[in-house]
């Protein structure tokens, strides 16, 4: 089982650009999550889903949108990139409520 | 509310040493899951303990272990005879039952050990 992973593992936009990170989970989990992890402040969520086709929003969900349109996928979508989203990103995944979420290995994204 | 604070930012020991990581937290759940990740110098987040409210029950694994204590909402974590293997930032996350499917995570802590 490769768990969680996620693509790409580094990129570098330039202001106004898109993107999306994919994330793949192959442990049938139910529930997916993205984060972003910023110097001194943990781990913020960003949007999580429930199940396939569901989304909500996190902590910080500005600028960001997701989409699962499979169970095993998760997708997080920067419409137009901005320096503010100079960060790492990490994909999650848990079977439910409370169960432990595992992580994938992070996407490193520079904003010029 | 929910909230996790690890008020050690940066913590350096000497090999072999003894280390203790602490972790507060807030919540009016009456149930409630507490966890403990460490992220080493690679960058991924390693899953180290799950515990529940209503085990208050001390454990160890190996060189690690874990004292948990309902009365002063703190959740601590020990490295004994440290080595420079556990050089990482250290997380310790929160879930409750009112939390939907949220976790909140403390900063983290950053424990380096010297050699």
């Known amino acids: 089982n490769a768990g969680v992973t996620q693509t790409p593992k580094f990129r570098v936009l330039k202001t106004g650009q898109s993107m999306t990170l994919l994330c793949a989970q192959d442990?049938?989990?139910?529930?997916m999550y993205w984060y972003r992890q910023d110097p001194g402040m943990g781990l913020r969520l960003i949007h999580y889903?429930?199940?396939?086709?569901?989304?909500a929003k996190g902590e910080v969900p500005d600028g960001y949108n997701v989409s699962r349109l499979k169970k095993q996928n998760f997708l997080l979508g920067l419409e137009s990139a901005a320096p503010s989203q100079t960060s790492v990103y990490f994909c999650?995944?848990?079977?439910?409520?409370?169960?432990?979420?595992?992580f994938g290995p992070g996407t490193r994204l520079l904003v010029l | 509310a929910q909230k996790v604070t690890q008020a050690q930012t940066e913590i350096s020991v000497v090999e072999k040493e003894d280390v203790t990581l602490d972790c507060v937290y807030e919540?009016?759940?009456?149930?409630?899951?507490l966890f403990w990740y460490k992220q080493p110098p690679s960058g991924e987040l390693v899953f180290l303990i799950r515990?529940?409210?209503?085990?208050?029950q001390n454990e160890i694994s190996g060189r690690y272990s874990w004292n948990f204590q309902k009365s002063t909402s703190s959740f601590n974590f020990t490295i004994t005879a440290s080595q420079v293997v556990d050089s990482a930032v250290y997380f310790c996350?929160?879930?409750?039952?009112?939390?939907?499917?949220?976790?909140?995570f403390g900063t983290g802590t950053s424990l380096t050990v010297i050699p």
């Open positions: 999650a995944s848990n079977r439910g409520n409370q169960e432990t979420q595992y």
């Open positions: 442990m049938n989990h139910e529930y």
């Open positions: 889903s429930v199940g396939e086709g569901t989304t």
């Open positions: 919540t009016r759940d009456t149930t409630y899951y």
């Open positions: 515990r529940n409210s209503f085990d208050e």
């Open positions: 996350a929160l879930s409750g039952t009112n939390t939907g499917n949220q976790f909140y």
